[in-house]
């Protein structure tokens, strides 16, 4: 600024002067009420951008930690299932050993018919069993009774794989089908216990220790898909433990990116209020005397 | 043979000079604070000397001075600052107006932030992969259906806070036009009156500077360029005439400025930032919404449609021959959600019927757009309408029956959220992106209001320092200090006391001459 200078410039001088302090004290303010620095899009257009993209995909892992979840139930529900079909299997297996033994008079052979009718029958209510009201071993049609009660050796369970997402673009499928567990329809493991019965009313003893071949295969049938069951609750659990891991990476990415370094903005907030106040004092020595106090 | 009373009038000459500069300190020091004001300097000469008066030519030395006499009182400025203000002020009037169209536009988007259209899409997506979880579900359904509402809502939404802006600025550029129509007229009053007080050899000054203040005004509004002639101000905007010296050359309303604005005579200032903050920013902000929203509801994405997949009869693939129940994943071209959900079977029961679409039109539209997007009513009214199945099975009674817990539809919808679209098919370049997900054209065109916003900002608070540095110039120039018209003052006031002195003097010599001569010995 070169020659003369005015009370009016001055006065505009301090004006902008203060104006712009307090626009980077507004800033400052901002930024330190919210704790991020990115408080509009024009803050920092690229960060900005990525911070978007971190919060869209922290919610969509945190609805894969959802889809896990429920991943986990569902297949916690089956291995219990699994379990107590495996438990009525081995009480069977036991009592068609008991009764494949020659000794048995036939009023023990009945009684023994007579328990397996109803672990048969227990086994049939284990087959339709029901999670949150969807039947679990009827594939896809999970709104339909898979096993009648009258004929369930006959009985097809749908083979549809149902399949939850837990991650971009991966699914897992979490149910096992009846047929899968009790084997297909031609010699399911109702078919088995049908026989079995039969030959037990009639006192058939070497059907009955034929039988207990199938009974066996049968029961590793159950036992595998339990273990099959048992493996996919691991993996599904190690999709949980890495979406935790990454559902904490995005936060501290989110938090770079957009948080405020608390440290540095009361720091800078603290030079700026200076700043501000030297100001406010060269106001005050703005109005200062001017000739027209000295002439008297 | 000097005069013998020249003397009182050398005198007088002063005490009248001398107070009416005196007069025009005073002037300065009243009007310190007035707008556009230019400090007033009289300029004092010395009167046209005599020689001698006699017969004939006085041998005396030297001419004989006459006093003084002030032929002007000057405005004192600059025409050359006032020109660069008239450059700067233009262009911060543009950046101003562009920054707080881009400052509202952020404002709409609200990002960073949990509660924008971002978050609803989110939503949207999630409660597709929640419905996959139980898609016998009616509740899942419902979650669907409200978040696809609230997503609409939105979109609804933003495009009515955008249609607001338009005609907010539209109203702005009227009220503009009327501003500029009202000063350019002031104007020309102001050159007819400066011309006739001129024409009498007066200096018109304080109506100069009214003018130069409206001017001052103009030239933030518009891009002006001003020339000084005999009849007063030539005001141009580009190579319209607006003004020439008494005569207006323009009515000038929003009609008028919209057209100069499309010759380019209309370069710079704040109409030209509110015509382009209307017909660029916003209205390409606008368009980019519309085509997210567009390709969202039925544009070109692939999906990979699983084995197993049962199509109704009647049912076209892209590419390709249409089994009626797929044997291997088909990779297919569906047109958007829409497309995709005409796919599926929900728990309707219908298996027969084509699919109904997601998304349907408002009443009277003919396009998708942020404004006419609205959920399928069927849908609205009844969320058994939301598909999420892929399958059929023929049940024992023989009848076609819907898969209810296949969930492949649902698993491919939310699967969108993660898929490429095709934003520009027709190749026209001017989407944002060509090809990407849904969240990645959001964020690209909300990214760019950022980095266009950052520029406002940046040229707006440049100019408005060079602004400020002219202005601070021109107050160099022509603003009044007061010290400076005190030190005046005193100066002015010791000549006038001196200059009533030497009238005492001369009236001393007088009194001399007349009461006390000639009157020796008596």
């Known amino acids: 600024m070169s020659g003369r200078i005015t009370q009016n410039m001055m006065n505009s001088q301090l004006l902008t002067n203060l104006n712009s302090n307090m626009n980077r004290m507004n800033n400052l303010q901002n930024q330190m009420s919210t704790s991020r620095k990115i408080n509009k899009p024009s803050d920092d257009p690229v960060g900005l951008s990525y911070s978007m993209r971190y919060r869209s995909e922290l919610s969509s892992n945190d609805q894969y930690a959802k889809n896990v979840d429920g991943a986990i139930s569902w297949l916690d529900y089956s291995d219990t299932m699994l379990g107590q079909a495996g438990s009525v299997l081995q009480r069977i297996r036991e009592l068609t050993v008991n009764a494949a033994n020659g000794t048995n008079p036939q009023d023990a052979l009945k009684a023994v018919q007579s328990e397996v009718d109803q672990l048969s029958g227990q086994l049939v209510d284990i087959g339709n069993s029901q999670f949150n009201g969807k039947y679990v071993f009827n594939g896809e049609l999970t709104d339909k009774v898979p096993y009648s009660k009258t004929t369930p050796e006959a009985s097809v369970t749908d083979s549809g794989q149902i399949n939850f997402q837990v991650g971009v673009g991966t699914q897992i499928p979490i149910n096992v089908t009846g047929n899968q567990v009790f084997g297909d329809p031609s010699d399911n493991v109702f078919g088995v216990l049908k026989n079995l019965s039969t030959a037990l009313s009639t006192g058939d003893q070497t059907t009955v220790s034929s039988l207990l071949g199938k009974l066996d295969e049968r029961m590793e049938q159950v036992n595998n898909v339990r273990s099959d069951v048992g493996a996919k609750t691991n993996r599904v659990e190690l999709v949980q433990n890495r979406l935790s891991d990454i559902s904490i990476n995005l936060q501290s990415l989110q938090s770079k990116t957009e948080d405020a370094d608390m440290a540095e903005v009361i720091t800078n907030i603290k030079t700026q209020e200076n700043v501000y106040e030297a100001s406010l004092s060269a106001g005050s020595k703005l109005i200062q005397p001017s000739l027209i106090d000295f002439l008297r | ?522």
Not at chain 2, 56 to 75: C, K, M, W, Y
Not at chain 2, 197 to 218: P, T
Not at chain 2, 392 to 410: I, Q, R, S
Not at chain 2, 501 to 506: A, D, H, Q, V
């Open chain 2, 1 to 522: 043979m000097r005069s013998t009373f020249s003397g009182l009038e050398l005198a007088k000459r002063g005490l009248f000079a001398q107070q009416t500069a005196l007069q025009t300190t005073g002037h300065n020091i009243a009007n310190a604070n007035t707008t556009g004001y230019s400090r007033q300097v009289v300029n004092l000469v010395a009167s046209r000397p005599l020689e001698a008066v006699g017969m004939t030519s006085s041998a005396l030395p030297g001419q004989i001075g006459q006093g003084v006499e002030f032929d002007h009182i000057n405005r004192i400025r600059e025409k050359f600052l006032d020109s660069q203000y008239y450059n700067e002020n233009k262009n911060y009037g543009d950046w101003s107006t562009r920054q707080d169209t881009l400052e509202k536009l952020e404002t709409i988007v609200n990002e960073p932030s949990d509660t924008s259209i971002r978050t609803v899409m989110e939503n949207f997506w999630n409660s597709w992969q929640e419905l996959s979880k139980s898609p016998e579900d009616l509740t899942a359904r419902a979650v669907v259906k409200e978040n696809a509402l609230a997503l609409t809502d939105a979109f609804n939404h933003v495009s009515g806070q955008l249609s607001d802006l338009n005609s907010d600025l539209t109203e702005n550029i009227k009220v503009k036009a009327t501003q500029i129509d009202t000063t350019l007229n002031q104007v020309v009053s102001l050159n007819k009156e400066i011309h006739r007080v001129e024409g009498l050899g007066n200096d018109a000054n304080d109506l100069r500077d009214q003018r130069d203040v409206l001017v001052d005004n103009l030239s933030k509004m518009i891009n002006v360029t001003v020339t000084d002639t005999d009849n007063g101000y030539n005001i141009k905007m580009g190579g319209t005439d607006l003004v020439t010296g008494t005569d207006l050359n323009a009515t000038v309303d929003s009609a008028f400025l919209t057209n100069a604005a499309s010759s380019g005579d209309l370069a710079s200032g704040e109409v030209r930032g509110l015509i382009d903050s209307r017909d660029n920013i916003v209205a390409d902000f606008q368009k980019q919404l519309d085509t997210m929203v567009k390709t969202l509801a039925e544009g070109d994405v692939k999906v990979t449609l699983p084995t197993g997949t049962v199509l109704r009869a009647g049912t076209t693939l892209n590419p390709g021959p249409t089994p009626t129940t797929l044997t291997a994943d088909t990779a297919v071209t569906v047109k958007g959600v829409n497309g995709l959900h005409q796919l599926g079977y929900s728990l309707n029961g219908d298996v027969t019927s084509p699919g109904i679409p997601f998304f349907t039109l408002k009443d009277g539209a003919t396009d998708f757009s942020a404004a006419s997007i609205t959920v399928n009513p069927q849908i609205v009214n009844n969320v058994e309408n939301v598909a999420s199945s892929l399958r059929t099975y023929t049940d024992t009674d023989g009848t076609n029956k819907v898969v209810k817990g296949n969930n492949g539809l649902a698993l491919l919808m939310s699967g969108l959220s993660t898929t490429n679209f095709n934003f520009d098919p027709a190749n026209t370049g001017t989407t944002v992106l060509n090809g990407g997900t849904v969240d990645e054209f959001f964020r690209a065109f909300v990214g760019e209001i950022g980095v266009q916003s950052q520029e406002a900002q940046r040229q707006a608070s440049n100019q408005k320092l060079l602004v400020d540095q002219v202005d601070s110039r021109r107050q160099s120039v022509s603003g009044v200090s007061l010290d400076e018209e005190m030190a005046n003052m005193i100066k002015y006031q010791h000549a006038y006391n001196a200059a009533a002195r030497s009238m005492t003097t001369f009236d001393e010599c007088l009194d001399k001459i007349i009461n006390s001569m000639g009157v020796v010995g008596r």
